[in-house]
């Protein structure tokens, strides 16, 4: 079992994830993009991109792999040509309907340590049980449960396109 596995990222590190994600989120307010959830307090929305871009450093960095400093490149892989890197503190990892033959990777925490929780083949997700519209906005996805998840090696999973 490899996962969760924690990563810590250097304070510099910190500082490259934090400013992906803020020019993530200024080209969002620049472009007048709807967010995917409403916002419960003022920055929420700032924090949840700086934290999903360290996230995603901290995936890179565990694996290897170079950070590319993607800015909302949306439906299209995140890491490589097939890793979708979702953040989230909650115990599960979304998987969106558009999520096609990609390697989904949960990642939660905060700045002080990130941890891999695991990862899933997007085919692998899409099952009834885990289909959610969470606030009923006509966007359900599939939440799968951490303890679904795979905790062993994805290289083999990479290998496969």
């Known amino acids: ?3 969760p596995k924690k ?21 969002s307010v620049v472009n007048n993009r709807r967010p995917r959830f409403p916002e419960k307090y003022i920055g929420e929305l700032l924090l949840n991109h700086q934290l999903a871009a360290c ?14 400093h993607t800015k909302n490149t949306f439906h299209i ?3 490589l040509d097939n890793i979708e ?8 990892v979304k998987v ?25 083949k997007s ?12 606030g009923n906005r006509g966007r359900p996805a599939y939440f799968v449960p951490l303890t679904n998840i795979r905790k062993d090696s994805m290289k083999q999973a990479l290998l496969i396109k």
């Open 1 to 3: 079992m490899l996962y």
């Open 7 to 27: 990563i810590k990222l250097s304070e510099m590190e910190l500082k490259v994830g934090c400013i992906t994600g803020y020019e993530r989120h200024v080209e």
């Open 55 to 68: 996230a995603e450093l901290a995936f890179c960095k565990m694996s290897g792999i170079y950070f590319a």
């Open 77 to 79: 892989a995140d890491v």
């Open 85 to 92: 890197v979702r953040y989230s503190n909650l115990p599960e």
């Open 96 to 120: 969106r309907r558009d999520d096609n033959n990609m390697i989904v990777v949960s990642m939660s925490g905060n700045l002080d340590c990130f941890t891999c929780n695991g990862w899933i």
């Open 123 to 134: 085919e692998d997700a899409k099952r009834q049980e885990y289909e959610k519209d969470y």
